[in-house]
């Protein structure tokens, strides 16, 4: 089954290289962009939108899924595992940098608003 474009949650990108990331925001689709499992249980129809028609500038098509040569689906998925696994390993460490980073600007930032109301 292709990807849900329907489902609540279904994403898509479209990035300033003319790139376009679709994925699952609950990352229940290993093989995105190409197709959602067919027994989903997550799935739910988006409201917001049904019944409406999207017009040209939504989305560009899905490129071809690349042929993989002797790799089950099981295997693909161990390798996205492990790749989020990877990212997930980094990712605490740099959102705290980047939230500490943050902290100090806006403390910075408080102290040049009240020097200048002095």
């Not at 409406?52 to 042929?67: D, I, K, M, R, T």
């Amino acid at each position: 089954m292709p990807m849900r474009e329907e489902c609540k949650h279904f994403q898509s990108r479209t990035y300033a290289s003319g790139e376009v990331a679709r994925f699952c925001a609950l990352g229940l689709a290993p093989e995105a962009p190409w197709r959602c499992p067919d027994d989903c249980k997550a799935y739910e129809r988006r409201i917001a939108d049904a019944g409406w028609v999207h017009g040209s500038l939504v989305e560009p098509p899905v490129e071809e899924e690349p042929a993989i040569s002797g790799a089950s689906a099981d295997e693909m998925a161990s390798i996205l595992a492990d790749a989020e696994g990877i990212v997930d390993a980094v990712a605490p460490k740099e959102l705290a940098e980047a939230r500490a980073q943050d902290a100090r600007r806006e403390k910075h930032a408080g102290r040049r608003w009240w020097r200048r109301g002095r």
